[in-house]
């Protein structure tokens, strides 16, 4: 059983910072991508930003420039950092996982609980 668990939402103002933490625990193998999503009340779920093993990300142009994704293969957690928050970025803040679970190498896909972010202006 793998289990996500985010931390690190809260409330901040525009133009501030938060950072949101993201730990994938139980029986892995390995994992092959992390990403963060969100939803804003009333709207679809929608990517923010995705990392490799392999270091390799890609972001929402809605955030690029202002976000940084990175993650620590070693401990299966991945950090979103979030500069210049804008009040368009308060939503609950969701962390995705492909990871592969032993013993068969089995791939499937995790989500977390949910953090939430919201920006006060």
């Known amino acids: 059983q793998v289990q996500l668990v985010e931390s690190g939402g809260g409330l901040e103002q525009v133009g501030g910072s938060l950072r949101v933490s993201c730990v994938a625990s139980?029986?892995?193998?390995?994992?092959?991508?992390m990403a963060w999503h969100r939803q804003a009340p009333g709207k679809q779920r929608e990517l923010v930003a995705v990392?490799?093993?392999?270091?390799?990300?890609n972001y929402s142009d809605s955030v690029k420039g202002r976000f940084t994704i990175s993650m620590d293969n070693a401990k299966n957690t991945v950090y979103l950092q979030m500069n210049s928050l804008k009040p368009e970025d308060t939503a609950v803040y969701y962390c995705?996982?492909?990871?592969?679970?032993?013993?068969?190498?089995?791939?499937?896909?995790?989500w977390g609980q949910g953090t939430q972010v919201t920006v006060s202006s």
């Open positions: 990392i490799a093993s392999g270091g390799i990300t």
């Open positions: 995705n996982a492909v990871i592969v679970t032993p013993p068969y190498g089995r791939v499937s896909e995790y």
């Open positions: 139980g029986r892995i193998r390995s994992t092959n991508a």
